[in-house]
């Protein structure tokens, strides 16, 4: 099947969709693949945390493309602009970016994404892995949701999926033309971090700005500080987001 220029080969159950990725990724591949599964065995979030995926609740998704850089945190700015955009088109509900790899509504979330990056002959190359909850009633963790409990609407993944791809196609064109800061001003308004007091690893900190290269600039005792994606988990002072 292909959609929007991608590649797509449906799995029934898989490990994760990003380690079949990035097993493709090594053996060679072209073009744009995108690898979907109904379910995961073992999909997982940053830092090896667990990533719930149950049958036929949501998108779990990968794309394997090539990038004009070895940015895989670039990739989730694209990536998660590009939902967030295609979710508030499809079923009108407010979604925001929480910083940097989360998709939020109602303070809770409902995507989730991780990129991961290598390098072979032919440049780099980036695994690009989203989970995005669509059904209500298949998850039980406190600070998740689904697009159906959100917004009443259950949207198969045949529907989102043109409009994200067609979006996350335009998107990565004005990446490579123009780099990051096109993206991150255009991700700023639909941000769920900026402006607010968050825990950036236990600190309390004011979120202030997130910069040119996608880093989160936080404000702490009348001080600036720059946090990098990767290095920490951002809550809200009362919940989540
Ligand atoms: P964070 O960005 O919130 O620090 P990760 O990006 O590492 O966390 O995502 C992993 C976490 O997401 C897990 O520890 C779990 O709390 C949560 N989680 C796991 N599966 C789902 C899901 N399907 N929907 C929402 N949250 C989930």
Known sequence: MRIA?????????????NAEAKRRARAGFAGNVLLIAETQTAGRGRM??????????????TQLFRAPNRSPEGAVFVSALALVRALRVETGGDFLIKWPNDIVINGKKVCGMLAECGFDADGAWIALGSGLNLR???????????????????????????AYLTEFNTLR?????????????????????????????GERAQAVDIDIDGALIIMK?????????????????????
Not at 54 to 60: F, N
């Open 5 to 17: 220029g991608w590649d797509v080969i449906v799995f029934d159950e898989i490990d994760s969709t």
């Open 48 to 61: 090896d945390r667990k990533w719930e995926s149950p049958r036929g609740a949501g998108l779990w998704m």
């Open 136 to 162: 209500a009633g298949a998850l039980e963790l406190p600070h998740a949701i689904s697009v159906e409990q959100a917004t009443g609407r259950l949207i198969a993944r045949d529907e989102i999926l043109p």
């Open 173 to 201: 064109g004005a990446w490579a033309a123009d780099g990051l800061a096109t993206i991150i001003e255009q991700l700023r308004p639909l941000s769920a971090t900026l402006g607010c007091e968050v825990l950036v690893s």
């Open 221 to 241: 005792d009348n001080r600036q500080r720059r946090v990098v994606a990767g290095d920490v988990s951002v809550r809200g002072l009362a919940g989540y987001v």
